[in-house]
């Protein structure tokens, strides 16, 4: 049983690591003759591009994840007596007090189509969305690691612990269309249908375990949490078809993406997103789960060793006792995380080499998280685009990206990594990030309004048309 527990616990520290919602694709941010950019920016136009189609389950794939407080080494060390690894959690213990953030990201294309009419560019399409965040407190992982033993006298705070999933199917439709000479604007709207979700709506729990001189170790326990959850049995239950859970459409939500991408002079652009501003109200499969006490006091339970046969028994009984759980099936609601994305570039004369700044964020349930990245892009040809970036995380600095895209009419394949290191030094990074594709492109006629123009202020030439598209 002993052995067992501990390969339980190396699952899940193994794991953490790799449930890791991280932001992500910020060196896929930008790069606009990717028509999936405009997921990140709805107001980007893909340059002269009159018809895109995306390789069914092969376009619009991005996956990220991002561990705060340790990457996979951090865990492990080699013992120099045999060679052997093994799992020791207390040196992250010390060095991540406070609460740390796990969480993963997968978004993928069944269809996308994108359509370009006069100035304006329409795109639509069906993509699956998944993520799920794990906050967790040192005290959370001492309580895993050492039970409550080591913690004699003291209080363990879990209040601040949490977990949140989700998985949707979202319906999109988005438009980008100018405003004057040297403005984009553009949005997206959402229908979303929740497949399941996994939501801690109140978490007070704490754990005190006192030295009593009756009972060895007396336990003390506020249990006041709530749980909501949809289409999890649906999802596990080994009589569910999966029918019930795909296509089932009593899980409704909408959402919405607004963008702006400016041409500020000769050389310099401004670009701005807002994203994910919505929610989902789940309506199937629901289970609520919570305390059917607000605490539990437990002195430990008194018996004869040589004479009690019934001690399982009333051990089991005991255990039901304390932590007796409620269950409901009330409708509930629960936001997306909405993000920002907010992007400078300087462009060369030639319109070949670019520079950008990219800051970005998250508005999750725990405050705004921040990111930074800096990037170089070069337009090699008309048929292949390569960037480089670095990316700055909290708790994980040193990211750094590269990418290219690469276009032979009519196809288009793009491969973007945030952190190169996590293909050959997978097991000391803490962010990983990598999206892809294939998409196939018929050009049509040239877009009138100019990718990159001069307004009148910066020159004393006339501001005139530019026939050509660069397709950063």
Request: glycine share 8%.
């Amino acid at each position: 049983m002993g052995r067992l527990f501990k390969y339980i616990k190396i699952f899940i520290f193994i794991s953490l690591p790799v449930l890791i919602e991280a932001q992500g694709n910020f060196t896929h941010y930008g790069l606009r003759n990717i028509p999936q950019n405009g997921f990140d920016n709805p107001a980007f136009f893909p340059g002269e591009t009159a018809f895109t189609m995306g390789v069914p389950l092969l376009s619009g794939i991005s996956l990220s994840g991002y561990n705060s407080a340790f990457s996979f080494d951090d865990l492990f060390y080699r013992s120099t007596e045999n060679d052997s690894l093994y799992l020791d959690l207390r040196p992250v213990i010390t060095k991540n007090p406070g609460l740390s953030r796990a969480s993963f990201r997968f978004a993928g294309d069944l269809l996308f189509f994108g359509v370009q009419g006069g100035n304006t560019f329409l795109t639509f399409g069906v993509r699956h969305r998944a993520f799920a965040n794990l906050y967790y407190t040192d005290d959370l992982m001492l309580l895993l690691w050492e039970g409550n033993g080591s913690s004699i006298n003291d209080t363990l705070y879990l209040s601040n612990s949490f977990l949140n999933e989700m998985h949707f199917a979202d319906y999109h439709f988005g438009l980008a269309f100018p405003v004057g000479e040297y403005v984009n604007l553009g949005f997206r709207v959402h229908l979303l249908q929740g497949l399941s979700n996994i939501d801690f709506k109140r978490n007070n729990l704490t754990v005190t375990t006192s030295d009593d001189a009756n009972t060895v170790y007396h336990l003390q326990a506020n249990t006041d949490f709530l749980i909501n959850t949809s289409g999890i049995n649906n999802l596990t239950s080994s009589d569910s078809s999966g029918n019930s859970y795909y296509f089932g459409f009593a899980n409704t939500g909408f959402s919405l993406d607004l963008g702006i991408d400016a041409v500020l002079s000769e050389r310099f652009r401004f670009t701005a997103s807002l994203l994910d501003i919505g929610s989902i109200t789940w309506r199937n499969d629901i289970k609520s789960y919570s305390a059917a006490a607000d605490s539990v006091d437990f002195g430990g339970i008194t018996f004869d060793i040589m004479n009690d046969t019934g001690l399982m028994e009333r051990f089991v009984d005991t255990m039901k006792n304390l932590v007796s759980l409620k269950t409901d099936t009330v409708n509930y609601a629960t936001s997306l995380v909405p993000r920002m994305m907010m992007g400078l570039e300087y462009n060369s004369i030639n319109l070949k080499d670019r520079l950008s700044f990219l800051f970005a964020g998250r508005f999750a349930k725990t405050g705004f998280e921040p990111a930074l990245s800096f990037a170089y892009d070069r337009k090699v040809s008309e048929h292949f685009t390569w960037k480089l970036s670095y990316t700055w995380l909290p708790k994980s600095p040193l990211n750094f990206g590269a990418g290219m895209v690469v276009d032979f009419n009519p196809f288009q394949f793009y491969l973007l990594a945030d952190n190169i290191f996590e293909m050959v030094l997978p097991s000391r990074q803490r962010y990983f990030q990598l999206c892809f594709g294939i998409n196939i492109k018929i050009r049509g006629y040239r877009r009138l309004t100019p990718d990159v123009a001069i307004p009148p202020a910066i020159t004393n030439k006339p501001v005139h048309k530019i026939p050509e598209i660069v397709d950063f």
